[in-house]
């Protein structure tokens, strides 16, 4: 297990700190992500020093919203500091967020709150980091923030909120829906707390992070008590309990999603950017390297490159092996298919893939590739007949009605083969063709772009007996 937020540097494990590592071994929590706080500069300290000293120990780097700080320039400058001396141990920007949580401590200056958590996820964005989002008592307010950086000129890299205590599963629907993972903490133990119980029954299971946000919120059987990593094993009892999932995959699966959000690495048998899972489907991301350029691809937004799809960055630290493909993709479980379909060219990789489908087909699981159908041009063969001894359903994007709006959109990047001139639009119909042959289901398919003459391209997948998808332009997965 992993304990995906939690307080290490504070005051309260000063005495016994080496004790609570001890604890986590004992209790197979492998790793834990401890939060630091560029507003306080002894708990930094303390936090850079935990991290420097335990392999296992990542951080973060923010400003909490209530936290005083001298200025917005100061934040970015100990934020860049930090950021540089930390390297890899730095995984997200957080926490951070809104708290309109009234007490005798301070008035609430919900401006100031507004604009220093707007400041972060812009520092989050500018860095490609995940944001860990603090939220009490301000929910919608949140909510509405963070929804107008999505469709603008920032690329999102997805995000937790942190100690999630909506009032409802619309609550936790709305975040979801935006590509944020959500962090359930020991409120979930509280007898009180069924309706916490509720909401989580309906979170995918691909979403769910767990933590303890120790030393605070003990759960249940400690409440009253100082908190720890440890005790990370009683939120995945219960919501393993409440969603009837068998504990040791859903701990396997919260270790996946934590990897996933936060592209950790180290995790042993964990690996960032392989697979991830929407729906009913899980999908594999076995290169980020393409034949084509296309112009609507989602990795080519607003002049910069962006992998991330409902929340899951896909930018691999590298590419997978097989036994890499087959560890990342058996972390799920009750998925229907298994789709190999990430932001680059699959075939582009056809020895891994060709193993990894074999192994998945022979265990009865359904196999399905999504393909520019340019392999053949690639490979000056027939790759279609090759794969239907391993794929039952393929979807080819044909983009197109013919050669010349297919290369000013789709812009290929096929190298010439002994002088030979290669046409991409020729190639892929004729790669339609024999994937009709060995493959049970083809699926022609096309983005909605504004000038593109769909009633032509469908024309052209029913004339080849194959069936027609039209896919809505910026709306990945």
């Known amino acids: 297990m992993i304990d995906s937020h939690c307080h290490l540097e504070m005051k309260d494990f000063d005495d016994d700190r080496p004790s609570i590592f001890e604890r986590m071994e004992e209790f197979g929590i492998t790793h834990a992500i401890s939060i630091g706080s560029l507003a306080e500069n002894e708990r930094l300290e303390k936090t850079i020093l935990i991290v420097n000293e335990h392999n296992n120990v990542f951080t973060t780097l923010g400003v909490h919203p209530k936290s005083n700080y001298k200025s917005l320039n100061d934040i970015k400058n100990l934020f860049e500091i930090n950021f540089s001396n930390l390297k890899e141990k730095v995984v997200a920007i957080g926490e951070i967020g809104l708290d309109y949580f009234e007490n005798d401590e301070k008035v609430i200056d919900k401006k100031r709150q507004e604009e220093l958590f707007r400041f972060q996820i812009e520092l989050a964005f500018a860095n490609k980091l995940p944001i860990a989002v603090h939220i009490r008592d301000a929910y919608d307010e949140a909510y509405e923030i963070l929804k107008s950086y999505h469709n603008s000129n920032y690329l999102f890299y997805g995000g937790v909120i942190h100690c999630f205590s909506g009032k409802n599963t619309e609550d936790a629907n709305k975040f979801l829906d935006l590509g944020y993972f959500i962090s359930i903490a020991g409120k979930i133990t509280y007898r009180k707390n069924q309706y916490l119980r509720d909401i989580i029954k309906d979170v995918p299971d691909e979403k769910i992070l767990i933590e303890t946000d120790s030393p605070f919120l003990a759960p249940q059987k400690y409440r009253g008590k100082r908190n720890e990593p440890s005790h990370v094993r009683f939120i995945a009892e219960t919501i393993a309990n409440e969603k009837n999932i068998n504990i040791e995959k859903f701990k396997e699966l919260t270790v996946q ?5 936060f592209s950790l690495k180290g995790v042993k048998d964990f690996y960032p950017a392989v697979a991830y899972k929407i729906r009913d489907s899980v999908y594999v991301n076995l290169t980020n390297k393409c034949t084509n350029q296309c112009i609507f691809c989602p990795k080519y937004q607003h002049g910069a490159v962006n992998f991330n799809v409902k929340g899951y960055n896909l930018e691999l630290k590298k590419e997978p092996s097989e036994t890499e493909v087959l560890s990342s993709i058996f972390h799920y479980y009750n ?20 193993k990894a489908a074999l192994h998945l087909k022979n265990k ?12 053949n041009a690639v490979y000056g063969r027939n790759i279609a007949k090759e794969l239907g001894e391993y794929i039952d359903g393929i979807s080819i994007s044909l983009n197109a009605a013919g050669s010349d709006y297919y290369n000013a959109i789709c812009r290929p990047q096929i190298k010439r083969d002994r002088g030979s001139i290669i046409e991409p639009f020729k190639s892929i119909l004729e790669f339609i063709d024999e994937s009709k042959k060995y493959i049970n289901e083809v699926i022609v398919s096309a983005v909605g772009l504004k000038d593109l003459d769909i009633e032509k391209v469908k024309k052209i997948a029913e004339e080849k007996g194959a069936k027609f998808k039209l896919r809505k332009y910026n709306d990945v997965g």
């Open 335 to 354: 998925f229907k298919e298994v789709v190999f379909c990430g932001l680059g060219e699959p075939t582009l990789r056809l020895d891994v893939l060709k």
């Open 257 to 261: 999603n934590t990897v996933n959000l």
């Open 364 to 375: 009865g699981i359904y196999v399905r590739l999504d393909t520019d159908g340019l392999a």
